[in-house]
């Protein structure tokens, strides 16, 4: 199938790449198929969850683990049956990431895309987690925030 992306002009994929959400993204209720594309640069964290509905629709996502290695929820009984998983391993979670500048990129940690690699079935699932914030920031400091300026010598 080909698709036309705005951000990524024309794209061919393959049947068994496109992910289908059970549960939509919020706001997006609508669009159900997407595809997941990396970035051109191969060492990126970050990836796109394109919307196969919409050409001007994607989301810049990444995998939560990378940024913040004790990030940990329960999947509830009631999402396993819903995205058919049989094998732990077959789990993919991602997380959507919002770009307001260079200094503050944050990510929702509280509604998680979490994906079924060997069906593409997908839900977004808002946790039951107080800890877990829409807006937590990536970079936890700004830039340059360890020199202090007034400490050059004269």
Not at 123 to 144: C, F, M, N, P, W
């Amino acid at each position: 199938m080909i698709f036309n992306t705005k951000r990524f002009g024309q794209i061919e994929i393959e049947n068994n790449q496109m992910i289908v959400f059970e549960s939509p993204i919020l706001g997006f209720g609508n669009l159900k198929k997407y595809i997941l594309l990396q970035s051109e640069d191969k060492k990126s964290p970050f990836e796109f969850l394109q919307s196969a509905e919409n050409e001007d629709l994607s989301f810049i996502v990444a995998d939560p683990f990378v940024f913040f290695p004790e990030y940990e929820f329960h999947l509830e009984p009631h999402w396993i049956e819903t995205l058919a998983v049989t094998d732990e391993s077959d789990i993919m979670v991602m997380v959507i990431v919002t770009v307001r500048s260079a200094d503050d990129i944050s990510c929702n940690l509280k509604a998680p895309v979490v994906i079924n690699k060997s069906n593409n079935i997908a839900a977004q699932i808002v946790l039951d987690h107080r800890g877990y914030s829409t807006q937590e920031l990536l970079l936890r400091e700004k830039k340059g925030a360890e020199i202090d300026a007034d400490s050059v010598k004269k």
